[in-house]
């Protein structure tokens, strides 16, 4: 086994993907995606994106300090407190690493101001001005990232391809915690690809 089809087979394992039959084992490294739990949000719009070119990463960022927060909880609070069509966010990671399907996956999000038309956002839940990203929500966030890069055809190591929000608006987010540690995604996902 190559070295590529080891780190994605270690990866995909921590992540709770079965490779014990060689035949399945083959298969997922193939057509592999994270497990991504559907949660089948109403939305009361939908709009599809022209073209996928960047990868935002954002934390919830909530002042009142570093908590879990659901798709759900996203979902309610942008449709009823910012009157959107929805949770603005793609996908958010919990704090048991779990990845939650927010927006659907084509549609044009609501998340990183005059760029979401050709972007995915990516909510990493806490906030990680005060706290840390744990490894659980690290190993998650690689995985993730990796796979859409894969889907999108795009290179992880490209200028503006994997960026923090705060790399396109005026704003702290992902937190100083998770912006510093967007260059070893990169060199992952490279890896990983
Ligand atoms: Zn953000």
Known sequence: M?????????ALTAAGLFLGEEKA????LETWEPPIRK???????YE????????VIHHAGFPDGDKDSSAEEIHKFHQEVNGWAGIGYHYVIRKDGTIEQGRK???VGAHAYQ???NSVGICVAGNFEIAKPNHKQMDS???????????YKLNPMGKGVIVGHRDLNDTACPGNNLYKKLDDIRYWCRDFN
């Open 39 to 45: 949660l089948f949000l109403r939305f009361t719009e």
């Open 2 to 10: 190559d070295r590529r089809n080891f780190l994605r087979m270690m």
């Open 141 to 151: 966030l690689k995985l993730l990232t990796a796979w859409l890069c894969q889907r």
């Open 25 to 28: 084992a083959a298969y997922i």
């Open 48 to 55: 599809e994106r022209p073209s996928t070119e960047v990868i």
């Open 115 to 117: 760029h979401n038309k």
């Open 105 to 107: 996956p084509l549609a």
